[in-house]
């Protein structure tokens, strides 16, 4: 291989002659155009392709951005052709002297490929402003166009004003200096990669634009950004961005939201426009997302997939379909008590919430709001939030539910990733999204003042639309049933193992869910139930039970006390309850102040669930003397199946002590295999049911999401197994068919001795006499990492550190009759948790901790 540039062969590089039709060229013209074509290579190996990649750069880039295509089909032999241009001024083409607009750019486009007469499908490739190229090309070459793929990009202003960053490039004191004199504008863009460019890569990228006269193309697409309506190019943009909607070709969107010229705002805008696209979001990524990630094995992946099913349609679901309003809806007559709040005390009976969904489900539709449309929800659980969530299923609307126990930076990164278009919030959230520019047009939950309200940007408040839909007297039979397949609501995950993921739900799936809850539990339609745990707020209306949420933050789990769960309890003689592991520890800790008839009250309670997170035995142990009378259950699950598996509190004594924690066995309609790990932990891809085999955990049932939201590869590894949800969880099923879990796949011990799950580990480090909460992590390369143990103590350590010698020792001693051999043992005055649950540890950030530590590091708190 002869490098042309890093990363790039020589037998790329072409140069061809090319006629020029454009109408700012003379006639007869003709430019020197500079490819990057692999057609030569393929044609050595006797490779036919079965389409070609017409791969288009921005500004100030060149064909050199697109060079990991190129390298992965050579890499594993793949039959597609890549042409990656340089365009006219820009790369390594020729400078025409002529000043080229958006117009004349994609007529050039379309002279560089008549000139190469490509045969067959053609797959477009964009960035930046080669992304409004490629398009511009697309709609008119349908007949040859086979696919879509943009990577930060825009094609509308959309109604935004300029970016900051181009709006300074723009500026006639700035532009000519900024972009052709200086290499500024070049070296700002390089800056922008996450992590930086190697040296070497940024010295190619700054390769064809050495001098100012190089440059005159750099300055001249800045000048032609068609943001104002009286831009020359503005009629061009206006015409393409309006043909895309026509596109009817699969397309693909591979986004970096850290970009500050191409932020999610256009990605949105896109969506728009190509509803159908497939789009994944690269969290931490920016503009250069091609060089913060790879691109290349996810683009073939996806062009693979779309050949394999082109012409197949989703498949169909199984089961009998109940609506979520079914309940709702047959018991518009019934005036006993559906939602009760309790701080302030208030309720609404069956009849009552029934009326006030359907007239804020008109108030909705009066502004807009209409099915598909995403609605996201920043109101606390309670009757406000009921009224919402059934006023958005009865449009249509999808909920999108971003929850402060995702702390601010997740919240604004989870709303901005799923892009609503309405906010609904409190005043706090409203601040939220003034100040951090979420999007959405902003409903109040409350009314404001005149000032506070143009402060904020609210263009609505709910009482105004429960007073207009009210006035329209709308029945639930004026709405449209949803389809069941279509979208119903983005829930997201804790974040504890990454940023959180927003996953989908259909109609169908959250009314799966309500079944399998009510067949596995029995609850049937007149329970009365406390929702401790957030998930369950959404389901009491449609398992027709009284719900109550106690007074307390659901969003951080442990300001749950006794007082306020017997309160919530008797305010609807509960039967049932659902509160998180650390929910029901703060509950142990204050039962002491209880008084009698607060006791009486729990014990009326029978049913308890504790789901987020596995809970041992000694506390739920506590928590059955404090409903005495209930069956004590800890389902697993997680937020794209839930529940999973389900056990009670005689069931895990009958199972005892283990290699993990005993979950129990599935639940109504779902089933539970394994794929079993490797010496280096990689999880296979065929589901066994064998006995006592350790692999990943996955789960198969109608209540399975539909997919995670704007992160299609993420979602390709999820559902690899056809028919099944790869969960990210460990462990194995026992002899009687219940399931061990044994912890997180990306928390598996890569050890020369081969994998090691961290549960049984950790049990037996906290079996050690003062030890608290233990944490078993790898530390070193892969294959060869060594055990340690990172754990808190009784009382607590005062400051990090490691552990003293015969803390070490015992810690040590128990660990090894788990097989395990632990080189350190380190102890922490709290080990870091995930904020909504506050129990799931962070492993990753105690193994970069712990590595640091032993590496002699200045010690800190993880």
Not at 236 to 256: F, T
Not at 569 to 586: C, E, G, I, R, Y
Not at 673 to 687: E, F, T, V
């Amino acid at each position: 291989m002869t490098e042309l540039f890093p990363g790039v062969d020589a037998i790329y590089s072409t140069y061809l002659q090319v006629p020029s039709t454009s109408q700012v060229d003379t006639p007869g013209s003709t430019h020197r155009w500079h490819i990057l074509d692999n057609h030569e290579e393929l044609q050595q190996r006797g490779i036919d392709p079965v389409g070609t990649l017409l791969c288009v750069h921005g500004n100030p880039t060149w064909s050199y951005l697109w060079r990991s295509l190129l390298n992965h089909v050579s890499e594993h032999s793949l039959p597609w052709r890549v042409v990656a241009v340089d365009q006219l001024d820009m790369g390594f083409s020729e400078r025409t002297g002529t000043f080229r607009r958006l117009a004349d750019r994609v007529n050039d486009l379309g002279d560089l490929t008549g000139a190469l007469g490509l045969a067959g499908k053609v797959t477009t490739v964009g960035h930046d402003w080669g992304g409004i190229i490629s398009l511009g090309w697309a709609v008119s070459h349908q007949e040859q166009l086979e696919n879509v793929v943009l990577t930060n990009t825009a094609i509308h202003p959309a109604g935004f004003e300029l970016p900051a960053a181009l709006k300074l490039a723009s500026h006639p004191a700035v532009h000519s200096w900024g972009t052709k004199t200086s290499p500024a504008f070049l070296q700002v863009t390089h800056s922008l990669a996450q992590p930086a460019l190697a040296p070497e890569v940024r010295k190619a990228f700054m390769a064809p634009y050495t001098s100012a006269a190089k440059r005159d193309g750099v300055a001249n697409f800045v000048a032609d950004i068609p943001f104002s309506p009286e831009h020359p190019s503005r009629p061009a943009l206006d015409e393409i961005s309006q043909a895309v909607r026509s596109l009817k070709v699969p397309a693909l969107m591979l986004w970096g939201p850290k970009d500050p010229v191409f932020s999610d705002r256009y990605l949105r805008d896109l969506l728009s426009r190509l509803p159908h696209a497939q789009v994944h979001r690269f969290e931490g990524s920016s503009h250069l997302v091609g060089e913060d990630n790879d691109i290349a094995a996810p683009i073939f992946q996806w062009l693979a997939g779309e050949k394999e099913s082109r012409n197949t349609s989703r498949a169909e679901s199984l089961g009998d379909y109940r609506p979520m309003l079914a309940e709702l809806d047959s018991r518009t007559n019934d005036h006993s008590a559906a939602v009760v709040d309790i701080n302030p005390a208030r309720s609404l009976s069956w009849a009552e919430l029934g009326e006030r969904v359907n007239a804020l489900a008109t108030g909705l539709r009066q502004i807009g709001v209409k099915a598909g449309d995403r609605v996201n929800l920043l109101v606390p659980p309670g009757i406000e939030l009921t009224s919402l969530i059934y006023a958005c299923l009865r449009l249509g609307a999808v909920i999108v539910v971003a929850d402060a126990g995702l702390g601010a930076k997740g919240m604004g990164r989870a709303i901005k990733g799923s892009g609503p278009r309405f906010l609904i919030g409190i005043e706090r959230a409203l601040t939220g999204a003034r100040l951090f520019g979420w999007p959405g047009t902003r409903i109040s939950a409350d009314n404001l003042p005149a000032a506070k309200r143009k402060l904020l940007g609210v263009a609505h408040t709910l009482p105004e639309l429960y007073a207009a839909g009210g006035k329209a007297a709308t029945g639930s039979s004026a709405f449209e049933p949803a389809d069941p397949d279509a979208d119903a609501a983005v829930l997201f995950t804790s974040g504890s193992t990454g940023p959180a993921k927003g996953v989908v739900y259909t109609h169908r799936q959250l009314a799966a869910m309500r079944d399998t809850l009510r067949e596995t539990y029995n609850l049937k339609a007149g329970s009365a139930l406390v929702a401790g745990f957030a998930p369950f707020a959404l389901l009491g209306p449609a398992l027709g039970a009284t719900s109550v949420t106690p007074d307390m933050d659901v969003t951080a789990p442990r300001t749950l006390t006794a007082t306020a769960l017997a309160d919530a309890a008797a305010a609807v003689h509960a039967t049932t309850v659902f509160a998180s592991p650390a929910a029901l520890a703060n509950v142990l800790d204050t039962k002491d102040a209880l008084g009698q008839a607060q006791r009486e009250t729990l014990e009326g309670v029978s049913l308890m669930l504790s789901a987020g997170a596995p809970i041992p035995e000694p506390l739920l142990a506590k928590v059955q003397e404090l409903v005495p009378q209930a069956e004590v259950h800890t389902p697993y699950g997680m937020t794209e199946a839930l529940p999973v598996t389900d056990i009670d509190l005689p069931g895990i004594r009958t199972a005892g002590q283990g290699n993990g924690v005993c979950v129990g066995t599935a639940v109504a309609g779902a089933t539970v295999a394994i794929a079993p790990i490797d010496a280096l932990g990689m999880a296979g891809d065929k589901p066994e049911f064998t006995p006592n085999a350790t692999g990943e955990i996955l789960v198969r049932a109608p209540h399975v999401k539909d997919r995670y939201d704007r992160l299609w590869i993420t979602e390709q590894h999820s559902s690899s197994i056809p028919g099944w949800h790869r969960t990210g969880d460990v462990g194995h099923l026992d002899d009687e068919g219940r399931l061990w879990v044994e912890g997180r796949l990306g928390h598996v011990l890569r050890t020369a001795k081969g994998a090691i799950t961290p549960v049984a580990a950790e049990h037996a480090a906290e079996s050690v006499a003062g030890a608290g909460r233990a944490a078993l992590v790898g530390v070193g390369p892969d294959g060869t990492q060594a055990a340690v143990v990172v754990m808190e103590t009784v009382p607590p350590a005062r400051k990090p550190g490691p552990a003293s010698s015969e803390l070490a020792r015992q810690v040590r001693s128990a660990v090894a009759a788990t097989g395990t051999d632990v080189a350190a043992v380190l102890v922490v005055p709290n080990l870091p948790t995930d904020i909504r649950h506050n129990s799931k540890i962070d492993r990753a950030a105690l193994a970069g901790w712990a590595a640091a530590t032993l590496a002699g590091g200045r010690i800190r708190n993880p």
